[in-house]
């Protein structure tokens, strides 16, 4: 993954001064050290300067009563976009430490135009809430008849129901003409009659077509977050590996991974949600800040539970420090577990030298996290102090983000041992994280045509079974994003046995050998010695189109048959075995190829995304059991499998809406 960092914060420059400060004796002495604990005291000890802190991004009343006028104006134009928009911001600027009573209201202004915009659940969510925190008893009747409408357009009718006889009752506290009132009661009770009559019942809430994010075939046994399709093992050459256990077809899920931690880059954070990273369409704000937004109350609530109750105090003081985003992930991977928990871990490493047991891998357990490479006796002394000061910083924004406090039964000694025991966790994941986090993504489409899709960088993961996958410069699979959660899909057909890589980059098609190399020597600190890097396998635009490559009829020889595409005769002899090679079904495959692959481009112009995956997997499959690679045809294929894949994850705008507007445009024409 390429780190973000900002370049413009206050570390750089703070840690130039303290480097100045230690003489280079003193560093070789901090070169001899053997454990983080040792690394992050030595540099606790040395350093002078004070971190600069800033306050959280505050709430503002006033803000956020001129936004609400501003959402009401646009309202009565029945402006609702813009509405919303005034509504949501509004509800991030208000403070929500004193009477709620205003903030109830935004909420439920914002629940009219939310079901104006036909987006029922998420008005209904509103409406909930605004009751909740006190919306007012005489205004009740409005938003609980918006309910139920909400309800009745979800065809949740027999709850719906309900939703109208409460209404009823709180007619009698509205402060309108009893006339008005008597009338608009009778009108309900009307409604009730014919819904009663009508057996009114509620439909089956139709769980969203996930079935082809599932993981193909069962679930594996010892990985929890992968098909039993894959295995993992060990070589002295390649460390640990992935191969597949049977054969896997291009098309097949086999990883579906929620990330051990994930953290938004802060470019998105009035975009995104914070917490599982999908694009918001409803704002929920953040109790105390008005820096981050949730995509709803469960996101809200959970991120405040695990994480943010703590990080919401450092959160700007982590941004304008221009820490980079696996810093960020380092501290989260502590934060978002209690002091208590890491008490534990450190009197497990004090005993067993290690924490967790090996029975099964789940990517949700910290031992997965720390066992991780970090590559530590490779590290340059200098890069290892500079990530020592950078865990030191990280430790002192845990300090006053009051994540140590409340462990009264222990005596100072052992909480500040605790707590460098913690920053020298940190630190070791700092090293980790460099070789592991993995960028998570969203595919922005701008017009049908899939050279124009951009798909763009909303935060990074950490995967710990997709961490096991070593690197290819021609991968095997595809990982997209359901949110903050990883899927990994096969895109070439993979016999049992064969190993199976993934991509850290650079990818040989795209990219010349020598570039390749010098990413992956620099960010991973390997040589590439994978089959296009080692055969020197020519780019895109340098495979020979003169040409089509079959594999020789001899199963025993491992010798391709190049054969001119102008080619008069179906009988061509091998060179190396002799034997003659019938390539007539081979040419036969490959006319076909040709319809298959406008067939798939047509489907993906009319945003028919699935239908065109699956003609493009054909095509694959149909030209890998004909020809060798590496061909031309085959990659520009595997191009098309790649566009449509990662449309199936993150979008924006959402693949259904950007589907039903490709269908309006070709109406239109
Ligand atoms: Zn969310
Ligand atoms: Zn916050
Ligand atoms: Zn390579
Ligand atoms: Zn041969």
């Not at 069962?218 to 050459?237: H, I, L, M, R, W």
């Not at 020592?388 to 910083?393: D, G, H, I, S, T």
């Not at 112009?605 to 493009?616: N, P, V």
Request: a positive charge; hydrophobic letters at 35%; charged letters at 25%.
């Amino acid at each position: 993954m390429k780190d973000v960092i900002n370049q413009t914060g206050f570390f750089k420059e703070q840690y130039q001064k303290f480097r100045k400060s230690v003489s280079d004796k003193d560093l070789k002495c901090f070169a001899g050290l053997k454990t983080d604990v040792e690394r992050l005291k030595f540099v606790e000890e040395r350093n002078r300067l004070e971190f600069p802190s800033r306050s959280k991004d505050s709430k503002n009343l006033e803000q956020a009563l001129n936004l609400k006028e501003k959402g009401n104006k646009c309202f009565q134009k029945e402006q609702n976009a813009d509405a919303l928009s005034f509504y949501s911001q509004s509800l991030v600027m208000y403070p929500q430490d004193g009477d709620l009573t205003e903030f109830s209201i935004i909420r439920a202004n914002r629940s009219a135009t939310l079901y104006h915009l036909q987006e029922y659940r998420a008005a209904l969510s509103d409406i909930e809430i605004a009751l909740a925190q006190g919306y007012p008893k005489h205004l009740h009747y409005k938003v609980l008849d918006r309910k139920a409408k909400c309800l009745m357009a979800l065809k949740q009718n027999y709850t719906a129901i309900h939703s109208l006889r409460e209404t009823i009752s709180a007619l009698d506290d509205a402060k309108i003409p009893a006339d008005v009132r008597q009338k608009k009661q009778n009108d309900i009770q009307i409604m009730l009659g014919i819904m009663v009559k009508s057996k009114a019942c509620d439909e089956q809430i139709k769980k969203p077509a996930d079935i082809i994010n599932r993981v193909t075939g069962e679930k594996n046994p010892k990985y929890k977050a992968a098909s039993e399709s894959v295995g993992f093992d060990f070589s002295e050459s390649e460390g640990r590996f992935a191969q597949a256990e049977s054969d896997l077809q291009s098309g097949d899920v086999i990883l579906r991974e929620p990330p051990h931690c994930s953290v938004l880059l802060q470019e998105n954070a009035k975009t995104h949600c914070f917490q599982c990273m999908k694009r918001c369409y409803f704002i929920e704000p953040c109790q105390k800040c008005s820096a981050v937004i949730f995509c709803g109350p469960k996101c809200q609530q959970m991120a405040y539970k695990t994480h943010h109750k703590h990080e919401c105090e450092v959160l700007k003081t982590l941004w304008e420090s221009g820490a980079s985003i696996t810093c960020l992930m380092a501290l989260r991977i502590i934060i978002q577990k209690p002091f208590a928990y890491f008490l534990k871990v450190g009197q497990e490493l004090e005993v067993n030298g290690r924490v967790g047991s090996r029975a099964e891998y789940d990517g949700a357990d910290y031992s997965t996290v720390f066992d991780l490479v970090r590559h530590e006796d490779k590290r340059s002394t200098e890069g290892m102090f500079h990530k020592a000061y950078m865990a030191l910083f990280l430790q002192g924004c845990l300090k006053r983000s009051g994540y140590f406090d409340g462990n009264s039964d222990l005596s100072g000694e052992e909480q500040s041992k605790a707590e460098m025991a913690v920053g020298g966790l940190i630190l070791r994941h700092l090293q980790s994280l460099q070789f592991n986090a993995h960028e998570i993504s969203e595919m922005i489409f701008t017009s049908p045509d899939p050279k124009t899709w951009k798909s763009i960088f909303v935060g990074a993961g950490l995967y710990p079974t997709l961490a096991l996958f070593n690197h290819s410069c021609e991968p095997s699979i595809i990982r997209y994003f359901e949110g903050n959660k990883v899927v990994v899909k096969v895109i070439k057909n993979i016999k049992k046995g064969e190993k199976i890589y993934e991509n850290y980059g650079p990818i040989f098609t795209q990219t010349p050998k020598a570039e390749r190399q010098t990413t992956l020597k620099n960010q991973y600190w390997f040589e590439c010695s994978c089959e296009p890097c080692s055969r020197n396998w020519p780019m895109l635009d340098g495979m020979d189109v003169s040409t089509m490559r079959f594999p020789c009829d001899d199963t025993a020889c491992d010798n391709v048959v190049v054969v001119p595409v102008n080619t008069g005769s179906f009988m061509m002899q091998c060179n190396k075995c002799g034997r003659l090679t019938n390539i007539m079904k081979g040419l036969k495959v490959l006319q076909d190829s040709e319809s298959l692959f406008r067939l798939g481009e047509s489907f993906l112009q009319g945003g028919e995304i699935h239908k065109a995956l699956r003609k493009f997997l054909e095509l694959q499959s149909l030209l890998s059991n004909t020809l060798v690679p590496p061909f031309r045809d085959f990659y520009l294929c595997q191009q098309n499998v790649r566009n449509c894949i990662m449309a199936l994850g993150n979008t924006h705008p959402p693949l259904d809406k950007f589907v039903q507007r490709q269908s309006v445009n070709l109406k239109k024409l």
